[in-house]
């Protein structure tokens, strides 16, 4: 059974940090495009950021651009989200996701195949 799961939500005062994990399992990930998405309440999912297979290519949210950094870690089927300078507009639910198809830009217009629960990030002002 393929799983994603992210860890390393929680609360955090406004511009402190948080560093979110996702582990993948029942299959490799390493030539899959791999990204970060959430949803505030009463909001749509959206796109935050994406990384290549390779890690050669990143893309993220203009709204997290300069704060927040996505890596990866093919050994390990691990995507990270290190998140800085935390705002309370960063509160939601974050949710780790791959594409199959191999095509980057795709995954950040919400062309996923599979979808981690999410974890909660709050952010106190």
């Known amino acids: 059974q393929v799983q994603l799961g992210e860890s390393g939500g929680g609360l955090v005062q406004a511009g402190g940090s948080l560093r979110l994990s996702c582990a993948a399992s029942?299959?490799?990930?390493?030539?899959?495009?791999m990204g970060w998405f959430r949803q505030a309440p009463g909001k749509e999912r959206e796109f935050v950021a994406a990384?290549?297979?390779?890690?050669?290519?990143?893309y993220y949210a203009d709204s997290v651009k300069g704060r927040f950094t996505i890596s990866r870690d093919n050994a390990k089927n691990t995507v990270y989200l290190q998140m800085n300078s935390l705002k309370p507009e960063d509160t939601a639910v974050y949710y780790c996701?791959?594409?199959?198809?191999?095509?980057?830009?795709?995954?950040?217009?919400?062309?996923?195949?599979?979808w981690g629960q999410g974890t909660q990030v709050t952010v106190s002002s």
């Open positions: 996701a791959a594409n199959l198809n191999g095509r980057t830009a795709a995954l950040t217009r919400g062309e996923v195949d599979y």
């Open positions: 029942g299959r490799t990930f390493s030539n899959s495009p």
């Open positions: 990384i290549s297979w390779s890690g050669g290519s990143l």
